[in-house]
């Protein structure tokens, strides 16, 4: 997404692929939670290195172990960080846009017409849920469902993700009522 500068010094947001006259509504991505992974690939390399330098104390060249293990742990947290960065939802008047980063190279691009849109719902798991603040939410369409885990305030997602797609049906009807009338 790219930031522009209108005449009025006010701030346009764009996104690849964005149509004419369309415009951003919102973006949003999945809670931090989602990155449970990476904090996990970051705490146990570190922690199995932690272990040589605590059975075997007389030997200082042991201490370097968990440096080379925090390292480890690192890389594999900015892997995580990064798929969890790049993985965003974003809802324009038109259209609901889920780029999903797959590795360091690869990305996956899901488009739903919001006037398409029949249905959404959502779930907050239980305690930890609740707690933390995630939840799932369910957006079915004719083709198919798109579930998306673990996001963040799924309730105010939910609310403006209503807010789009029943504007954008009722533009939908206006533009038909209009192509209509010029039939006739």
Do not use: C
């Not at 919001?114 to 957006?139: C, D, H, M, R, W």
């Amino acid at each position: 997404m790219k930031a522009r500068r209108r005449d009025r010094g006010e701030v346009k947001l764009d996104f690849d692929g964005q149509r004419p006259n369309e415009e951003l509504r919102f973006v949003f991505r999945r809670h931090i939670i989602a990155m449970r992974k990476g904090f996990y690939g970051l705490l146990i390399p570190f922690a199995i290195s932690a272990i040589p330098p605590l059975i075997w104390q007389d030997r200082l060249e042991l201490f370097l172990i968990p440096v080379v293990g925090l390292l480890i742990g690192l890389v594999i947290f900015a892997y995580h960080f990064m798929l969890w960065y790049y993985t965003v939802y974003i809802v324009s008047t038109e259209r609901l846009r889920q780029v999903t980063q797959r590795g360091f190279f690869g990305t996956d691009v899901v488009e739903l017409r919001l006037s398409k849109i029949q249905n959404i719902s959502y779930n907050i798991p239980g305690f930890a849920g609740e707690l933390f603040g995630f939840g799932t939410l369910v957006i079915q369409t004719f083709v198919g469902d798109l579930v998306i885990h673990k996001v963040e305030h799924p309730d105010k997602i939910y609310n403006k993700l209503q807010d789009a797609v029943m504007e954008a049906i009722d533009r939908q009807g206006d533009n038909e009522e209009s192509f209509y009338q010029t039939e006739t």
